[in-house]
């Protein structure tokens, strides 16, 4: 079974616990990330409990119902869980403190920090504001008009959080279209929530502060992030034919799928359907010939966890590719720019970085392998690499296979059920 979206696992249990009520989760992702935020909410006081259907129930306490946390909040590797809850503890007139592990800890929440003190709230940070951070919120948050610097759908959804609180519109401008799970759940749960097409493909997204939010059910469809890699893994290993049901494909985020058509690969989405506000399909894929793709860097907000995999299928593809604006890479759960370059080199794929863009040359043929590559505690470069290893000579060896866990549990008994061949050593 494909795992359920993590994007929209968090966003279930965190606006699910800020609606008044009962709210159902099917399908939630059951990964360290989501357990993280999972944990969290009940240290603000929400209940939460799993039946033995599978079935999540969030029992809500409305908008500025949260407890004071009585410890230290540990996010672990969940960068999503971090930012979106800073933005729910700014509704709340007590301290929260915020920790994760050395690689959430790494990462910059300046981009979070900054619209949410604009609203009212008091942030204390490691230099470079980086976590551990302390962060006082207020009943009396204001609502903001905000341009984000670049496009974040986690930024994005921190303040629309903090802006529930607010009296009057809070208003986000985005320089590109980031993936908008929290206006489609927002409006779900009952918020009024307006978005606008804005200056040169951007968009202003105008939230109606202090809604009663309803409880719903919701159904999480299974991440196209996670599918990801079994989608690639049957498009470079001959003979393959897979049938990945009921994907999310919500446009904002399946440029991966526009990539693959453009590099050749057999993909059919079937049966498109949709279920809690979100487009979802089957998506079919058969093994391929692929060809070197160029990637404008307009499609990086709707694949932006993807590149890892992206590079994976350029460096099997026959002819140069060049995938083009990839700074933001560099802040992820690794230095994920970094990480793609040094695995494909130690793998024996031709790869340069030119300022932001990554350029692979492949030839078609199963790059050499035999590698060790790192993890850096960076789940989406472990299944990347474990892929790559399907189809080179010499197979691929990862360090450390533990980040799976944080979004894909059951990733190797899948893919070894779909014939792979990945061993714990
Ligand atoms: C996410 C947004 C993206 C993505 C992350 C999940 C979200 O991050 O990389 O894995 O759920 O909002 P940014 O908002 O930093 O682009």
Known sequence: MLPGDKSISHRALIFGALAVGETRVQGLLEGGDVLATARALGDFGVEIARDDTGTWRVWGVGVGGFQEPARQLDLGNAGTAVRLLMGAAAQHPFTSFFSGDESLN????????????????????????????????????????????????????????????????????????????SERMLRHFGAEVRVEDGASGGRRIILSGQPELAARALSVPADISSAAFPLAASLIVPGSDVLLKNVGINPLRSGLIDCVREMGGAVELRDENEVSGEPVADIAVRASNLRGIQVPPARAPSMIDEYPILAVLAACAEGPSRLRGLGELRHKESDRFAAIVAGLRAAGVAVEAVDDDILITGTGASPPGGAEIASCLDHRIVMAFLVLGMACKEGVTIDDGAPIATSFPGFVELMNGLGGRITDG
């Open 106 to 181: 790494a990462r910059p929440m300046g981009r979070v920090a900054k619209p949410l003190r604009q609203m009212g709230a008091r942030i204390q940070a490691r230099s470079g504001c980086r976590l551990p951070l302390a962060l006082t919120g207020s009943n009396e948050l204001l609502p903001i008009s905000y341009t984000l610097p670049v496009a974040s759908a986690q930024v994005k959804s921190a303040i629309l959080l903090a802006g529930l609180a607010a009296p009057g519109e809070t208003t986000i401008v985005e320089p590109a279209p980031s993936r908008d799970h």
